[in-house]
């Protein structure tokens, strides 16, 4: 606890009973006495550099008041889905995605959340999932803009993806998507919300077995890039409406949507084009890490979705795990695969606002390279080919269509863009933040045009950055925030397994600055989206008496208060219960072992924040019933017992005394 | 989004370029132009009021530095904790207890969390019970103040009981207490960490099957105090030398330990000492919350645990389900159990830092009840008893006992000190804190004494409350958290289900002084302990190389690099397989369907940060394996399928290439 503030702060306590202090950096500042008679004796002497106090007045929102931007931020493998304001970087809410979250009630009996996940797992496997990898978050968009509808997040280790309302901020669908095993960075929507792309990330057997030998890997091994369909009304995923393209057994990576000049078009970089499958399967003995770095160059792979949306009406497809899926020889007949080279093993695929130059991080090359989007479509109607991969797939001129190579430090990953024609990428192993122009048609002309023109070190190890609506058609400027993988000593130590680090970085100064440390201790991001606050005009605080939350109408089994009833058929027991600070009604259930209860609660409530819990012990049934939501729960009544279910959220001065009886009879 | 402070800072940008404006409350605050070039131009007037931006310094922790105070905070019902560092409020991490992370691997396949889970989760039951609600954290103590060694946290749904370690802040063991169903607030430490307390809430049928008829409450249910012996080596809960209490069928509510001048007690709040049972069993048809506050006073348990300390030595126990049990009867004849009344429904009972006052919140009572614990002992030693409850357990007289009521406001809840005599109570209907002097033996005399002094409004619907190190013998004052159970309008909506409001309280001047409100978006908690950082000195930020967790000694399947190897015995399959970046050796796995997989993961770095995951796509396998760390997963490899594990945590440049393959043969 070294280099804590405590100290100062405490031996400073009622140093100072007045004096106002407002110096140069490296000064210490402190407030007068003022009309208030206990200001100057309490304040006294923070010890804050001038630096720091402005850096402490930047950052704080006062009670009441709201953060005006939000990021949305994957958990990584935690499975869930983070919502902070900018710039106080507070924590306002986790969102339960792929795993379970008791709190929310979410998988743990009750209908809405169980749905859900059960439905996202296949039928093939042996236990339902109930975790998953979330990377990379995608807010709906209209005209390239984030319009705060529908969220949606991919899970890497499963090859899932999920949507989330925005009205509830809750987890409506989660698909398994077909063909593909895992998924890391190819979640993204394009500008009118027609699809969210996800592409697969390690390749797997297109075989019936799901098993290949790895010997087979070029042969039997595929990757695939799926374009899944929004349904306009719900935001849920259409399936019946979406498609693959089958791609070579390269690792496909990041990837991003064309917008305005390239609208139409989708990005994927890859690696691992060596098809490296590490110590099996190879004579070198290499492991994959060292077997994927080979070559100089791999794959920016450049997809004409539209083309490929024409590909599908013309029925040119097959059907694969009920996925239509355009082949990948016929997706170079149509001409709606290119690949362009780009230098090994690169990350982040970033278009710029413009849409114009498509922005590759070379992560193993300190080079972003950057491609103009013209040159590239000229490079493809005009087939300007420096040759095919071994699949046939044709490979664009490289000089043809790169623009620029900006030199920007080593082990650049992502990168994010400003109002005024900057980008911002993050650079690993500087653990840095480089700022650099992007060129004419990003208003930069001349020497200023495609050149680093800041680096701001950050602690430690960035992965991810992002800047405010810095990925949409129109990027506000103003925040960074840098999202460092380690933290090492930036944080008091909480045991062997440390909080990332969210550094909030002001871009509104002639120079950046770190403003705030922002320990994330819940999960491990990877990728988030920063949306201005008055964006989200459509939520919700409570439901319409009687809502199902997973359709958003009323649920057949909503009852009003006095229609509250015990209805037994056979072994089958079907209570529909009104909920109501500070009791349940009814608060008694007659049940017997070997029962099958229904359970159907109705928060009859209708203020904010009104929330009541419904929690059965030792059943592993935990519901949250927000004001004017029914939630079901089925439970067999698999033993005896007189069970106290109680209300497990503090919602009444006579909280604790909301509770009743489950009776299980021998 | 109408009251945010985006528009004013939006439209201040630039509009200042320099001018120090430092006034009296409700002036705006702005910077000078310094010996920085662009301070002026870009700090502009950010709108906040002197007091504001007091407050904003007064909670500002710079870049790099430490918050002075940890706070440690249950989950409710998301089953968690959380640790927060204090005044920036800032979540440093949450520790999964009795609910799964996959972040953490706490609960995916791995042996530590998985064998802590399980252990907790009796026999009889159908499937393991992967949710908690963890209500009221206990610090390990010595001579009365936090030692920073173990905490203790109850589970109010489950009856339950976990350890975490803070070398390492991890789940280390959890506890199905028998013969108690539920427990909410009885849970706390001895002043020596001799035992953890916890008691029943609702009671339980003590008959063979746990079931009885409702009818039958008073001769059938039972309570019970239970005292869990803690070893003074590794902090684990000893239950063979732990002992229960039998108490009658009323519901146990908040609890407290006895420290110096009280040393050896314990006492219980109680409630609904009617023995209601809601709607059924009563021919009135009450509901529960009715049913029980129909007394004007309820009892206050007082314990004598060194006495029955003494008594279980004696062997005047039962056994029940394994725990020695002091019988009703016993307790009464042997004089360790006596009540006295207390205002009806009563909260909280919180013991004074002398422990001379014991202050009970009279929740449906306007006052705090002081009684003074040498009165107590007095009428305990001379039997001056007002009568005996319905069943026999003998009532010292009220008059005897009770030092002070002090008027408070609606809805007294918890009580919490500080180190000038003070006691902090929360108002639950008042929605406020109400600060109020204790007696002589508190340092008060004459008209300060038991008088309010200050009531703070907060926002809103306040539960528990703390204060730094406020219920130790040695409080620190400082500072204070309100901890509201609603924010409805205090954060921007995020959906039906709002955050939980901590608001940050200065205690160091004249007035109390709100100076932060901090959403609470991961859980519900009920109580937290703040205790100062610098206790900690514990902390582990590696392991010693091969550490098994559980037992912090070096495990019996640890390697270090070279020692890898695959072993296979006829259907298992033993990998000892070495983490490092940025591979892992072996990095390939043969396996076939119906094979027994044994995987053995040493993570053979010492680097601080260096955690490794691992996982395997659709096997619900998730780990997250810490520098030095060993971690075992036992798996059915059932279905056949090629497999690509990877490393989930982003540990280096090359983490997208830390990938290998499980292959399951058909």
Request: one cysteine or more.
């Amino acid at each position: 606890m070294g280099n804590g503030p405590q100290v100062s702060r405490r031996a400073a306590l009622g140093m100072l009973a007045g004096g106002v202090v407002v110096g140069a950096a490296g000064a210490r500042v402190g407030f007068g006495a003022s009309g208030e008679g206990d200001v100057g004796g309490t304040q006294g002497d923070l010890n804050l550099t001038t630096e720091e106090a402005q850096a402490a007045l930047k950052t704080y929102v006062p009670p009441g008041k709201y953060d005006p931007y939000f990021i949305f931020a994957s958990g990584g493998h935690s499975g869930q889905m983070g919502v902070i304001g900018v710039p106080s970087m507070r924590l306002l809410k986790i969102i339960p995605v792929f795993s379970r979250d008791s709190w929310q009630g979410y998988g743990f009996g009750t209908d809405a959340g169980n749905v859900v996940l059960e439905a996202g797992s296949a039928d093939d496997k042996s236990d339902p999932l109930y975790w998953g990898d979330t990377h990379h978050p995608a807010l709906s968009e209209t005209e390239g803009d984030y319009d705060g509808r529908w969220l949606y997040i991919n899970d890497r280790a499963n090859g899932r993806i999920a949507m989330i309302d925005l009205r509830d901020f809750k987890t409506k669908q989660i698909v398994d998507i077909p063909n593909i095993q895992t998924s890391h960075g190819g979640c993204f929507v394009t500008p009118n919300s027609e699809y969210v792309h996800i592409s697969s990330m390690t390749p797997s057997p297109w075989t019936d077995s799901g098993y290949a030998s790895l010997d087979r890997y070029k042969e039997d091994f595929r990757g695939a890039s799926s374009w899944l369909k929004i349904d306009q009304q719900t935001g849920h995923l259409d399936m019946a409406n979406s498609f693959q393209i089958e791609l070579p057994p390269y690792t496909q990576d990041l990837a991003d949507a064309g917008k305005l000049t390239s609208f139409g078009f989708g990005f994927i970089n890859s690696y691992n084009t060596e098809m490296a499958t590490g110590t099996a399967g190879k004579a070198d003995g290499q492991t994959l890490e060292a077997g994927s770095v080979a070559n100089d160059f791999d794959f920016l792979h450049i997809i004409d979705w539209q083309k490929a949306e024409q590909v599908v009406a013309d029925g040119k497809t097959t059907v694969r795990n009920g996925m239509k899926v355009i082949g990948l020889q016929t997706a170079i007949d149509e001409k709606l695969l290119h690949f362009a080279p780009e230098p090994r093993n690169p990350h982040g695929i970033d278009v710029n606002p413009t849409g114009d130059y498509l922005c590759v991080s070379g992560k193993l090359d300190p080079h972003a390279s950057v491609y103009d989007f013209t040159k590239v479509k000229a490079a493809i109607d005009s087939e300007d080919y420096q040759g095919t991969d071994p699949f046939g797939v044709p490979i664009l001129t490289l000089e043809s269509v790169l623009e620029a190579q900006v030199e920007l430090g080593q082990g650049p990953l992502h990168t994010q863009f400003d109002d005024k024609g900057y980008a911002y990428t993050s650079l690993f192993v500087d653990t840095a933040v480089a700022k650099w122009a992007l060129g004419p048609k990003a208003g930069h002309d001349g020497a200023d045009a495609f050149t680093r023109v800041e680096t701001l070190p950050v602690q430690n190890n960035i992965g991810h950055l992002v800047t405010a609506e810095g990925d949409t058609v129109n990027p506000n400027g103003q925040w960074l925030v840098a999202l460092n993988k380690w933290s090492i000593d930036r944080f008091p130590p909480v045991g062997t397994l440390h909080p990332q680090n969210f550094q909030l970085v002001d871009l509104t100064g002639s120079n950046m600055k770190i403003l705030l440390d922002s320990p994330i201790g819940w999960g491990e991001p990877h990728y988030v989206q920063m949306i201005s606050a008055d964006k989200l005009t459509n939520v919700m605080q409570v439901y319409e008496p009687g809502t199902d939350p997973a359709t958003f109408a009323t649920s057949e089994f909503a009852i009003e208060a006095g229609e509250e009833r015990v209805e037994r058929k056979g072994k089958d027991l079907h209570v529909y219960m009104s909920v109501l600070r500070s009791h349940y009604t009814p608060d008694f259930i007659p049940g017997k072992v070997g029962d099958k209860l229904h359970l159907h609660l109705t928060n009859v409530e209708q203020t904010p924040d009104a929330t009541h819990g419904f929690a059965i012990p030792q059943y592993n049934v935990e519901a949250s019933i927000d004001p004017g939501e029914v939630v079901n729960i089925d439970l067999d009544l698999n033993r005896a017992g007189s069970f106290a279910m109680y209300c497990s959220e503090f919602c009444s001065a006579l909280h604790l005394e909301m509770q009743g009886w489950l009776q299980v009879q021998p």
